[in-house]
């Protein structure tokens, strides 16, 4: 894929946060199509549980988690006992999930937003379903836009990547 269409759907990923859809969403719906998904809302639906570190509980984070989707589309099994197909779709999550982590230090939600420190996550579930609203104080505060825009980059420049 070309630099161009790489950044285009790193720039679509951040449209899509700052539109208000959450970060996995965000990740996932910028690249479903090329799996297949053509349908957009149904990619937003798909991801929609990931948002937040997953349903707002400040886990895994959504951009990460919204590459891993797309590791699924691109390389998941669908037969069961196929441990090989499992294994090469393990490691390509295990990759994404280390470029990730190379770059902003941590999977964790609640870390990426300063809201534990790194690699001392003891995260005290927030179980207020309630998105938080939208100002430009809330885009100011988080780092979550750049981060869906370089999920987007990761997953695509490692895309093609022999699986060692």
Known sequence: ??????????QR?????KQG????????????????????????????????G????????GA??????????????ATPHDNEGKMGNYKRVQQLAGDFKDKYGSLICAELLGLAPKGQCDCKLDLDPRPAER?????????????VAEAVRIFILTQNQPKS
Not at 1 to 10: K, L, P, Q
Not at 142 to 147: G, K, L, V
């Open 135 to 147: 100002t430009p104080e809330y885009y100011e505060k988080r780092p979550c836009a750049e981060m």
């Open 64 to 77: 990460a988690s919204g590459m891993f989707m797309l590791a699924g589309l691109e390389c998941g099994s």
């Open 13 to 17: 990923a951040e449209e899509l946060f």
């Open 21 to 52: 859809f959450n970060c996995a969403q965000a990740v996932f719906a910028s690249c479903a199509d090329l799996y297949g998904i053509e349908d957009e809302s149904m990619a937003l639906r798909l991801s929609a549980s990931f948002g937040g």
């Open 1 to 10: 894929m070309e630099s161009n269409e790489i950044e285009r759907r790193a």
């Open 54 to 61: 997953i349903g707002r509980m400040r886990m895994v984070c």
